[in-house]
């Protein structure tokens, strides 16, 4: 079983930056894949960026260039780095672990809002 805690969502005026951080706690933090998603009113929940237990990255091709993802295993924490924000980056932020070896190990926070308005 894997806790999960988002924090630092807000209001961003475009073209700002905002990090989110994601605290994990119960299991064993390194063997999840860990990924960051958004939902946006009336849209489906989305991908945005995922990182490996090996640190492998990979992103929405909305938010390359923009967005880093990293993970501290010590901390057992996932961040998400995003810059140069959109007002289409408007959203509630989730973070995800999933297991990279067993099936039906899938955990979620609970999201923060990132809203980015002037």
């Known amino acids: 079983q894997v806790q999960l805690v988002e924090s630092g969502g807000g209001l961003v005026q475009p073209g700002g930056s905002l990090r989110l951080s994601c605290a994990a706690s119960?299991?064993?933090?390194?063997?999840?894949?860990m990924g960051w998603y958004r939902q946006a009113p009336g849209k489906q929940r989305e991908l945005v960026a995922v990182i490996t237990s090996s640190s492998s990255k990979n992103y929405a091709d909305s938010v390359k260039g923009r967005f880093t993802i990293s993970r501290d295993n010590a901390k057992k924490a996932v961040y998400l780095q995003m810059n140069s924000l959109k007002p289409e980056d408007t959203a509630v932020y989730y973070c995800n672990a999933d297991h990279e070896l067993l099936q039906g190990y899938d955990f979620w926070g609970q999201g923060t809002q990132v809203t980015v308005s002037s």
């Open positions: 119960g299991s064993i933090f390194r063997a999840y894949a």
